[in-house]
Structures are given as structure tokens and as C-alpha cells.
Nanobody
Framework: QVQLVESGGGLVQAGGSLRLSCAAS????????MGWFRQAPGKEREFVTV????????YYADSVKGRFIISRDIAKNTVFLQMNSLKPEDTAVYYC?????????????????????WGQGTQVTVSS
């Protein structure tokens, strides 16, 4: 089992920045990837970004590319999401995710079912 706890959400004005953190505990040695999804009110959950835990290769949704940066601290078993140039459409609950079943996604890294553990979510609200 892996437990994920997010922090760092809040209210920010458009154009501002926020940094989310997600601390993993438990069987973290079995983690291959960690990332973030988000879900806005009335919308489907969507992929944001993912990072390979061993080599730090990362992927981003087109909607956040160039504005968001994912990073990880292996010693602290923590993944971060630096969100810059925030827009009102970034308003959502952000969920940290971890994949432990295996290292290979193929083309499915944006699919929520490919991840084995989810955090409880943290609210990010961007005002216009």
C-alpha cells in the first residue's frame, strides 16, 4: 500500500503561482511513476502531468505545458507541482497519483485507471 497526501492548494489570482506537494508513504519503493490529475466542477477528470520516479522524465497535458513543472525529491518521497501563470480554467481539485504495477505505460499515461493510488485531493481556485 502507498498513501498519498497532497498539500499546497488555495486561492490565487489569475497570473499567479502555486506549488502543490504530495508526500508518499508506505511501500514507496515500488513506485514507478507519480503524477497529477485534476477535476473541475461538472467536468471529467483530466490528466495533468506525470514523472518517472527513476529517471525524472516527465509528460504534460497540452493545456499546462510551459506553465506547470513537475519535480520529485526521492529522499523525501515527495512530488511537487509548480503551477505558474495560472488561469481561471485551472480551477479544480488536484489529485496526486502513483503507479506501482509496472514501469510501462505505452500510450496510456493519461488514463486514470493506469494509476494504482490516489490522494484525497487539494482544491486550487484561480480568480479572474
Amino acid at each position: 500500500q502507498v498513501q498519498l497526501v497532497e498539500s499546497g492548494g488555495g486561492l490565487v489570482q489569475a497570473g499567479g503561482s502555486l506549488r502543490l506537494s504530495c508526500a508518499a508513504s508506505g511501500r514507496t519503493f515500488s513506485t514507478y511513476h507519480m503524477g497529477w490529475f485534476r477535476q473541475a466542477p461538472g467536468k471529467e477528470r483530466e490528466f495533468v502531468t506525470v514523472i518517472n520516479w527513476s529517471n525524472s522524465v516527465s509528460y504534460y497535458a497540452d493545456s499546462v505545458k510551459g506553465r506547470f513543472i513537475i519535480s520529485r525529491d526521492i529522499a523525501k518521497n515527495t512530488v511537487f507541482l509548480q503551477m505558474n501563470s495560472l488561469k481561471p480554467e485551472d480551477t479544480a481539485v488536484y489529485y496526486c497519483v502513483a503507479r506501482t504495477r509496472g514501469p510501462t505505460f505505452s500510450n496510456l499515461r493519461t488514463v486514470g485507471a493506469q494509476y494504482d493510488y490516489w490522494g484525497q485531493g487539494t482544491q486550487v481556485t484561480v480568480s479572474s
